[in-house]
């Protein structure tokens, strides 16, 4: 370790701001020192890992440095960021799923075969690592089959067991354009893409018949149409879901009507002075909005990341479009297509009407089942 390294190690927890730390990194990689910033990186991880939660210094300057080198392209910036996320991986739950999104972002697909095909990039990567960085590319639109190395990688046998090979290695028609961050080393952005909770409301009551509904909710309907909203409920949010059959079919000029009986905390209170906004939508529309929900997070937390936003929200839309949660992504898609969608919300007390409400509901075909997912959260 060098005796500047050092100097930054000791110091670093009485430090009121870290700019500098931060300025003395990007310093050493505009001379072309790459190695620098992993190693402070490593260094840090090594002393304040197992205190992170405490060092609030450790947590702000390890993030800066590795989005100052996945955000700088290069094959040079991706090996010593693998080397980074190698060290620190322990330390930090999330931190492969953070780094394959930056990673995808900030370089080309050809600045990270080396992760996949051998090499010192390889053997610094973790399995996790790889496997997010596979649906971050994909999910940026790379053809995985155009990329020998990483396509080999992605369909030996060692993957079939992991969680996210269940998701195809390319886009479906429904995600055609997922809503993603965009990074700098200063930080990130994100769309949100959600549903029409300040829209025109629906006067109820002008209906004279809505069909009887049973509530038909499982628990392990309400475990995967949870996958998506997770994180905004573990945030400072709240969640509601419930199936129900219908004694008739439902006509969409009555759904709002429906919705207003079914007991919903969410709809708890809607009438005349507390209206309805309900909207017809398409199932990439709900896609995106389980999507941005999963990846992102809520409040007080950041998510998923991509990979496995990509597998919460098609958790979610499988189990609204009544799709059993084996079935392969093509059949979910299907089912999904089949349905109609509708975005909902209201000015209710349950809803904080920030930026995290979600109202979702399916209406099957035929007509006789609904589903409906609600989330909110607010900061």
Not at 13 to 38: N, Y
Not at 118 to 130: D, K
Request: glycine share 10%.
């Amino acid at each position: 370790m060098s005796g500047r390294i050092q100097k930054i190690v000791t110091q670093l927890p009485d430090l009121k701001s870290v700019t500098k730390v931060w300025a003395t990194a990007e310093r050493r990689l505009a001379k072309g020192d790459a190695a620098f910033v992993a190693d402070l990186g490593i260094a840090l991880a090594n002393r304040y890992g197992s205190s992170a939660a405490e060092v609030w210094q450790y947590r702000s300057v390890l993030d800066y440095l590795l989005r100052l080198l996945t955000t700088t392209p290069g094959h040079e910036h991706v090996e010593q960021a693998v080397r980074l996320v190698s060290a620190a991986g322990s330390t930090r739950r999330k931190l492969a799923r953070s780094a394959a999104s930056l990673l995808a972002a900030g370089q080309v697909p050809e600045n990270l075969t080396a992760i996949f095909a051998g090499g010192s990039s390889r053997a610094g990567a973790s399995e996790e690592l790889r496997m997010c960085l596979v649906h971050e590319l994909v999910l940026r639109g790379v053809t995985i089959g155009e990329m020998p190395e990483i396509e080999g990688w992605a369909t030996s046998p060692h993957w079939r067991r992991h969680p996210l090979a269940w998701l195809p290695l390319e886009l479906s028609v429904i995600e055609a354009t997922p809503p993603l961050p965009s990074y700098s080393v200063g930080g990130s952005s994100y769309s949100m893409p959600y549903g029409p909770q300040d829209g025109p409301g629906v006067t109820l009551g002008n209906v004279t018949h809505v069909p009887l509904a049973t509530e038909t909710t499982t628990e392990q309907f309400g475990a995967a149409v949870a996958a998506a909203v997770a994180r905004i409920e573990e945030s400072n949010g709240r969640v509601e879901a419930g199936t129900y059959d219908l004694a008739e079919p439902v006509e969409t000029g009555c759904l709002p009507d429906l919705l207003a009986t079914l007991g919903l905390d969410c709809l708890n209170g809607v009438g005349s002075r507390k209206r309805l906004a309900l909207a017809s939508c398409q199932p990439d529309q709900v896609w995106r909005m389980l999507f941005a929900a999963a990846s992102t997070g809520g409040a007080y937390n950041h998510g998923e990341y991509g990979a496995y936003g990509r597998l919460a929200a098609w958790r979610s839309l499988a189990a609204l479009s009544g799709t059993a949660s084996e079935a392969p992504v093509g059949e979910v898609e299907r089912n999904a297509q089949a349905c109609d969608w509708y975005s909902f919300g209201a000015a209710t007390k349950w809803f904080e009407r920030v930026a995290w409400d979600i109202g979702l509901v399916s209406v099957a075909p035929g007509y006789r089942r609904l589903a409906v997912l609600a989330a909110t959260d607010t900061d």
